[in-house]
């Protein structure tokens, strides 16, 4: 990651990715040459050729020692390649936050994520600043002064959030690579896909002009327990604009659930939702293991709670086999299995309970009522 990834997230931190603390600078009020080649990058690298991890890597270190794919992982096998030789000298793989605007405010997020949770988290003493929209990158004309040469040799770029469907930013960079006749790049989202048009720009006018698009849809369930967990989430809008994108053969449909409490035990019957109603095709599944806030990690349910869901993964299991599901999925669903059954933090528990029914309240909404199956213990 550090010769290859360029990633920029709250208040303009460019760190070594998404997940892992290591700050490289500020684009901001420095240059991209300055951050590039700073001695911040320069000490990772070094430690990192020396074959030495890094403590603020926990993330992807306790998701692999369970077995589970990390995402230093899968970017090894997606660029391995370019270290056969001399490694690039800039970046080909950016991940750009440009603000935290998103029309959500799903359960498992906050504020620095999502503006939408801005009222619930000044509330609860959770928000991240004293306005609803925070800007990461202040001035998108000076970014891209500094670093548009990067970007217009890049492999790919992905669009998180915030939801990127409706930044603004994230359409006038998309527009800036298409004028500039350099759309050679696949394009990857994570989105909630509520949105095709946003003000004055429709997003398949743009997508058409990418060789590869790649829709990672965050939904962690369908219909009313789908949008119990993400404030904001319409299953009906879902499928329509679903139906809206088949005509771009260049477009990847996959549906990436965020696994947590709340959405674990629903994953066997969302898969299968979806591919029935061919909003995926068999392998369209991208799963994302949370690991924080803990409260939602699914390690802290109860031990009977985790056996409800070892049955009801057998179940899919026989299913999976009977309809020759591809062992990628498979493989996925048994990385949440051994993931939550790989530690004991139940005493966490309780921290659940008070979470929810505190959401509960301010929403007016009602977790069993959502369908959400996890017996009495509520």
Not at 256 to 284: F, H, W
Not at 290 to 313: C, G, H, I, S
Request: net charge neutral.
């Amino acid at each position: 990651m550090p010769w290859i990834h360029y990633h920029v997230g709250n208040a303009g931190k460019v760190k070594a990715c998404c997940v892992a603390n290591i700050p490289y600078g500020d684009c901001n009020m420095q240059s991209f040459n300055e951050i590039w080649n700073g001695d911040e990058i320069k000490a990772i690298r070094e430690k990192f050729k020396k074959g030495e991890g890094d403590n603020r890597c926990g993330v992807c270190q306790r998701l692999e020692a369970t077995g589970g794919k990390s995402i230093r992982q899968e970017t090894h096998e997606k660029f391995g390649d370019l270290f056969e030789k001399e490694p690039p000298q800039l970046p080909i793989y950016f991940d750009i936050r440009f603000s935290n605007a998103c029309n959500f405010a799903c359960r498992t997020c906050w504020h620095g994520a999502s503006s939408a949770w801005f009222t619930e988290g000044k509330q609860l003493k959770r928000n991240l600043g004293e306005i609803a929209l925070l800007q990461n990158i202040t001035d998108f004309e000076n970014f891209i002064a500094e670093t548009g040469e990067a970007l217009l040799q890049a492999r790919e770029i992905y669009f998180a959030g915030g939801e990127p469907l409706v930044t603004k930013e994230h359409y006038q960079l998309l527009d800036w690579l298409v004028k500039n006749k350099t759309t050679q790049m696949k394009l990857r989202y994570n989105t909630n896909f509520s949105v095709l048009k946003f003000g004055e720009y429709d997003v398949l006018d743009y997508w058409k002009h990418f060789p590869e698009v790649e829709i990672l849809a965050s939904i962690d369930a369908h219909g009313k327990l789908g949008e119990y967990i993400r404030k904001g989430f319409n299953w009906q809008k879902f499928q329509e604009n679903r139906e809206a994108i088949r005509s771009l053969k260049q477009l990847r449909f996959v549906i990436a659930p965020t696994i947590s409490v709340l959405s674990i035990k629903n994953l066997p019957e969302l898969y299968r939702t979806c591919l029935m109603e061919q909003i995926i095709e068999p392998d369209g599944l991208y799963i994302n293991i949370l690991d924080r806030p803990l409260y939602y990690n699914t390690k802290v349910m109860p031990e009977d709670l985790k056996q409800t869901v070892v049955a009801e993964y057998q179940k899919f299991y026989s299913w999976a086999e009977k309809k020759q599901i591809p062992e990628l999925v498979i493989s996925q669903l048994k990385e949440c299995e051994a993931y939550m059954l790989s530690e004991d933090l139940s005493k966490h528990w309780p921290q659940f309970l008070k979470e929810t029914k505190l959401l509960d309240e301010m929403r007016g909404e009602n977790f069993i009522q959502s369908g959400i199956q996890i017996n009495n213990k509520m």
